[in-house]
């Protein structure tokens, strides 16, 4: 099994930044890719960027150029660097990791972290 725990949330204002991590523990040599997702009142959760443990990255469309996703050395850290926060971008933030260079069903979840953009 592996544990994730997510931390960095927060009010922040428009155009702001914001750093979220998320630490892994137990069964971390098992960890591939590792990614972000969000979830909005109402909607559905989305992924916002996720990387593989090569360092190949993958973004939401509407988080290009302002979000960056990272991996500390030690492989079982996520980092997103959010810059150009926007009242969008509110939402509950959720770390995954999992076996596969995807996000699949076989995933491990965090337990989200809130996001709150104010205009």
């Known amino acids: 099994q592996v544990q994730l725990v997510e931390s960095g949330g927060g009010l922040v204002q428009a155009g702001g930044s914001l750093r979220l991590s998320c630490v892994a523990s137990g069964r971390v040599f098992s960890i591939n890719a590792m990614a972000w997702y969000r979830q909005a009142p109402g909607k559905k959760r989305e992924l916002v960027a996720v990387?593989?443990?090569?360092?190949?990255?993958n973004y939401l469309d509407s988080t290009k150029g302002r979000f960056t996703i990272s991996r500390g050395s030690a492989k079982n850290t996520v980092y997103l660097q959010m810059n150009s926060l926007k009242p969008e971008d509110t939402a509950v933030y959720y770390c995954a990791a999992d076996p596969s260079s995807v996000v699949t069903t076989k995933a491990y979840w965090g337990q989200g972290t809130q996001v709150t953009v104010s205009s």
């Open positions: 990387i593989s443990s090569g360092g190949s990255t």
